[in-house]
């Protein structure tokens, strides 16, 4: 069949990508007062909340799905509850919940079930649970449990199984465990374990374990504060053992951890003081690891627990070499020092490790060996393996690593190094590659102090004080992602290509005129995607073998109204050809070779796949080397794909973005020769990336353009 191509309306492609753009008005992203524009892979100030330089002190970061919720004083609301999808545009005030510059102070920030759930203050009903789908009206009082202006003061919410669990004084029962589905009738008093007016003891460390929650109390007994199960109903919770079995001894189990099938814990007891202990929920296997520091002395495990590869990570005291790296493998053998990293006798021989991150199966901490002072170090589980990383802060003064966060395998943390202050660092686990990352507050003696480092579409969120606008909302951007170098963005009012290259740079050059469409592929098959566009007005398509200025390398009419052009190596040939969706029939016209120079497309095949509406992508979703057809529903926020060139219903299908969301696709370099979708957001000019062709939020993201530019990708050549 031969079939003319032509273009009336919104789309442009790429060699691995196709989109479909939607006509939406100028709104860019402003820069916040006193901000500059950051270099690649350094953090700026996302937005200045509290202007004229007060502190808005966002804290209790907390992701759910694509946002970021928190808690900031604007100068004008009051301590109330924020939002961010990760640009400055898109960062808002949730709700004045106590209305005025009063604060409502949000605290608890937790994610059950895709719904935050919080603690809150609205002048009328005393601190309660609330909750939020992250609009105003949907952030409701959940339930007055101290009825009137008094305080039930929710503490430890947990998420066991989509139910909300917490400790909660309802002005009766005193301070018992507390659970709830979202709705007041469904909020309710699990059990009175410490019966009377008044009487309680704080349930505490509430762990979900196996579905299960598991917590210490003391029922008011002789028993003490002991280790506690609850199915969520009266007759369900109950004591799973005395560890401590002397009247009104307590064990009073902590740092509760579900490790290797088995819920860890410390606790305490006679003849053994406080030591490691698991369970299994029952009775007899609630058992003692091992006595580290035997007899009634205690080694104190905690630091807190944390799982690495299958390994549990602790700081104990075994009396003999202070308080040092242990580790576990659940038996009494196994359970072992796993270096002494302060070797000076006594209790000035403690290295004191605390702050344990894993970052890819690595331990990371901060530790004192008694000559560098708290420094970074790192262990693979033996001893030759526990290193010092690096002498941050020279000499035995201590760098005292702080906060240390997983940003897509690389560690970045708070770190003092004697000149800059207590600044954003980050590591590699090399001390060459342990580096600052920006000095914020700039000068010997200030210190921004970055904290609350949390991970949203691998950027890294954080509070911060640079000296001038106050304790703000930073990020750092992730710009070790491929897909920052294979997107780019055209201005059709004037021709203006963006392309950014891995680093961040972005070439900016002219080709073609006001009002063409653009598309991208590799048309002299030389591994580079270069530009094309379709000019409405005489029909022709212009394509370009270098991105630069310039005329085109070769013209060929396209032809009927309506029609929309695709790029892609649809034979697998290495070189990329031009072919239609009409989508007035939903049927798909391809053509495995370019038309000669002033000449017209004879398309090689053709099949049907979609719906009325639909709008084609182009991709190569099975890694086969051949560019497949999708189709993005902008009605659901559906992407449907087949990975055959012929009729059929799709191979697959996810969700993925929100309406008006401008669609494309990549190989972003996650996977190797897979391309996977991405969206670029006209409402914060942000690219939002998924890595995989599953269903899930965004795994990256990041700030560019202008909100009515059109998105291109591809391999650009740039770096």
């Not at 753009?21 to 500059?36: C, H, M, N, Q, T």
């Not at 944390?306 to 602790?314: A, Q, S």
């Not at 566009?533 to 310039?550: E, H």
Request: charge should be negative; include cysteine.
């Amino acid at each position: 069949m031969t079939s003319f191509l032509s273009l009336a309306g919104t789309r442009f492609v790429g060699r691995i990508a196709t989109v479909f753009v939607v006509s939406i008005g100028l709104l860019a992203i402003v820069p916040a007062p006193g901000a500059s524009a950051a270099a690649p892979g350094e953090p700026e100030l996302l937005v200045n909340i509290g202007p004229g330089g007060v502190d808005s002190s966002p804290r209790e970061l907390t992701v759910i799905g694509g946002t970021l919720y928190f808690r900031a004083n604007d100068g004008l609301n009051g301590d109330e509850l924020w939002k961010s999808d990760g640009t400055a545009v898109g960062t808002t005030l949730v709700k004045d919940i106590s209305p005025g510059n009063d604060d409502s102070s949000p605290g608890e920030l937790t994610n059950v079930a895709g719904t935050l759930y919080f603690t809150a203050d609205d002048g009328t009903h005393g601190i309660e649970l609330w909750k939020s789908d992250g609009t105003a009206a949907g952030t409701t009082l959940v339930k007055d449990i101290f009825p009137g202006a008094d305080d039930s003061s929710s503490y430890e919410l947990t998420d066991v199984g989509g139910t909300l669990y917490f400790g909660a004084d309802d002005g009766t029962n005193g301070w018992e465990l507390w659970k709830s589905d979202g709705t007041a009738a469904g909020t309710t008093l699990v059990k009175d374990i410490f019966p009377g007016v008044d009487q309680s003891y704080y349930p505490s460390d509430l762990t979900d374990f196996g579905g299960t929650l598991y917590f210490s109390a003391d029922d008011g007994t002789p028993v003490g504060d002991e280790l506690w199960r609850s199915d969520g109903t009266t007759s369900g919770t109950t004591m799973v053992k005395d560890i401590y079995p002397l009247s009104f001894g307590d064990s009073s189990p902590s740092g509760l951890i579900e490790f290797s099938g088995a819920l860890y814990f410390a606790a305490t007891n006679e003849p053994n003081g406080r030591e490691l202990w698991k369970s299994d929920g029952t009775t007899a296997g609630t058992t003692l690891v091992k006595d580290i520091k035997p007899g009634f002395s205690s080694s104190q495990p905690g630091g807190p627990f944390i799982d690495v590869g299958g390994t549990l990570y602790f700081s104990a005291d075994d009396g003999s070499n202070g308080r040092e790296l242990w580790k576990s493998d659940g038996t009494t053998t196994g359970t072992m020092l796993v270096k002494d990293i302060n070797p000076i006798a006594g209790l000035s021989g403690s290295s004191n490790p605390v702050g344990f991150a894993d970052v890819g199966g690595t331990l990371y901490l901060s530790a004192d060996d008694g000559t560098t002072g708290a420094e970074l170090w790192k262990s693979d589980g033996t001893t030759a393996g526990t290193t010092l990383v690096k002498d941050i802060f020279p000499g035995a003064d201590d760098s005292t690593p702080n906060d240390l966060t997983d940003v897509g395998g690389t560690l970045y943390f708070e770190a003092h190094d004697g000149t800059t202050g207590a600044e954003l660092w980050k590591s590699d686990g090399t001390t060459a590659g342990t580096t600052l990352v920006k000095d914020i507050f700039p000068g010997a003696g200030w210190w921004s102090l970055p904290s609350e480092l949390t991970v949203l579409g691998g950027n890294l969120y954080f509070s911060a004080d640079d000296g001038t606008n106050g304790r703000e909302l930073w990020v750092l951007y992730s710009t070790d992602q491929d897909a920052a170098g294979t997107v780019g963005l055209v201005d059709p009012a004037q021709g203006q290509w963006h392309l950014r290259n891995s680093a961040g740079a972005v070439t900016t050059f002219f080709y073609g005129n006001p009002g063409d469409f653009p598309l991208m592929g590799d048309w002299d098959c030389d591994g580079v995607d270069t530009p094309g566009m379709y000019r409405q007005s005489d029909g022709f398509v212009y394509v370009r073998d270098s991105n630069s200025v310039g005329v085109a390398d070769r013209q060929f009419f396209l032809g009927n109204p309506g029609d929309v052009p695709l790029a892609g190596d649809f034979n697998s040939d290495g070189c990329d050809t031009v072919s239609i969706y009409r989508p007035d029939e939903q049927r798909f016209y391809i053509a495995n070779k370019l038309a000669a120079n002033n000449a017209g497309i004879i398309a090689d095949f053709s099949f049907l796949f979609g719906n009325p509406g639909d709008k084609p992508v182009t991709g190569d979703w099975d890694g086969d080397g051949i560019t497949e057809i999708g189709l993005h529903r902008e009605s659901t926020g559906f992407f449907y794909w087949r990975n055959t060139l012929d009729t059929g219903i799709a191979s697959d299908e996810i969700f993925f973005g929100d309406p008006g969301d401008r669609f494309v696709a990549g190989d972003w370099g996650i996977v190797d020769d897979i391309d996977t979708p991405a969206v670029f957001r006209p409402t914060g000019a942000t690219f939002f990336f998924r890595h995989t062709l599953t269903q899930g939020n965004a795994d990256s993201q990041f700030p560019f353009g202008e909100s009515p530019w059109l998105p291109v990708a591809g391999e650009f050549g740039l770096d």
